[in-house]
C-alpha cells in the first residue's frame, strides 16, 4: 500500500513542478513581450543624459558609456529578433531565460 501512496506523491509533485514550469515560463514571455520597448526608452534617456551632461563632463566618458549602452542595445535586440524568430513556446521558453538575464 505503502507503494501506491508513494507514487501518488511522486505523481503530484511532478504535476506541481511541471505547472511551477509553466507558470515561469509564463513570466518569461511576458516579460519578453513587454521590455522590448525598454531598449528604445533606455537610449532615449541615454541621449538626453548625455546631451544634459555634454558641456560639464569629460565627452570622452559619455561617448565610451554612450556606446557601451548602445551595444547591450544593439545585444538585446538581437536576442529579441531570434526569439520572435523561433517563437518558443511552454516549458521551451525556460532556456531563454539566461539569455534574458544575461542582456540586462
Known sequence: MQLLGGAGISAEHDKESRLDRLAQSEKLRLLYQQSFPAIFASLFTAVLVCVVLWPVQDKYILLAWFSALLLSS????????RY??????????LAWEKPYFLTL
Do not use: Q, S
Not at 544593439?74 to 529578433?81: E, I, S, T, W, Y
Not at 520572435?84 to 521558453?93: C, H, V
Open 84 to 93: 520572435w524568430k523561433i517563437k518558443p513556446e511552454g516549458e521551451a521558453l
Open 74 to 81: 544593439l545585444v538585446r535586440f538581437g536576442l529579441f529578433v
